[in-house]
């Protein structure tokens, strides 16, 4: 089993549409929890971290549920500037940093 | 200043070359690290240097090998690859908040 999961996609949405995507993580000793977002052949890029008490950042909504070891990114009145792979990570120990298997969003006119 | 700057952006290399990948950043981070990623693939761990120590080796073939100068220049020296190393090679760094920030990568090449 992997140590940070996510739903395998791609998901494809119209414009406008809400889409949500999942991360599970298997240690939890896990520390921090952050989305990024990568575009074709450019590196990840910091979306956003995740609290446990769950943050938002305009259209973006991330949430941290320990207990279950999950964490969300809610995305709302999706753009076509949206469509990119989110990858999910995850530090333990401070210095490791885990990325998720991502998951890939084709948002369409 | 949030950059992470490496070099060079694009490398192609015969099985017997050697040659090295550049990273630096100016942020005061106190972690670098390695990135290995394949095509459609999530981002793979290499190494973590932490002030300026290997502090993390995700078993990795003795043909890369990491070097960290100093705190803000992290280099990755290739020897004797294989073309299944070919692969997009990140560096990022981390301060106290852990956010990790990358740099732009390079697209290697081994033929």
């Known amino acids: 089993r992997k140590e940070v999961e996510q739903d395998p996609g791609p998901f494809n949405v119209p414009e406008g549409a809400t889409v949500a995507f999942n991360c599970t993580y298997s240690?939890?000793?896990?520390?921090?929890f952050f989305w990024y977002r990568q575009d074709c052949r450019k590196e990840p890029k910091l979306l956003m971290s995740?609290?446990?008490s769950g943050n938002e950042d305009g259209r973006f909504t991330a949430q941290l549920n320990r207990a279950s070891q999950y964490i969300s990114l809610l995305i709302r009145d999706s753009k076509l500037s949206d469509s990119a792979t989110y990858l999910c990570?995850?530090?333990?120990?401070?210095?490791?940093?885990?990325f998720g298997t991502g998951t890939r969003l084709q948002v369409f006119p | 200043d949030t950059e992470v700057t490496q070099t060079p952006k694009h490398l192609v290399m015969g099985m017997t070359n050697k040659k090295s990948l550049k990273c630096e950043q100016h942020?005061?981070?106190?972690?670098m690290y390695w990135y290995k990623q394949k095509a459609k693939k999530p981002p793979e761990l290499m190494f973590v240097?932490?002030?300026?120590?290997?502090?993390i080796n995700e078993s990795v073939p003795s043909r890369f090998s990491p070097e960290c100068p100093n705190s803000s220049l992290l280099n990755l020296h290739l020897h004797a690859l294989q073309p299944e190393d070919s692969a997009l090679y990140l560096c990022?760094?981390?301060?106290?908040?852990?956010?990790?920030?990358f740099g732009q990568g390079t697209r290697l090449t081994v033929v």
């Open positions: 990022a760094s981390t301060g106290a908040s852990t956010e990790a920030f």
């Open positions: 240690n939890s000793a896990s520390q921090s």
């Open positions: 995740v609290y446990s």
């Open positions: 990570v995850v530090s333990y120990n401070t210095d490791k940093l885990i």
């Open positions: 942020m005061g981070h106190r972690a």
């Open positions: 240097y932490s002030y300026e120590k290997l502090s």
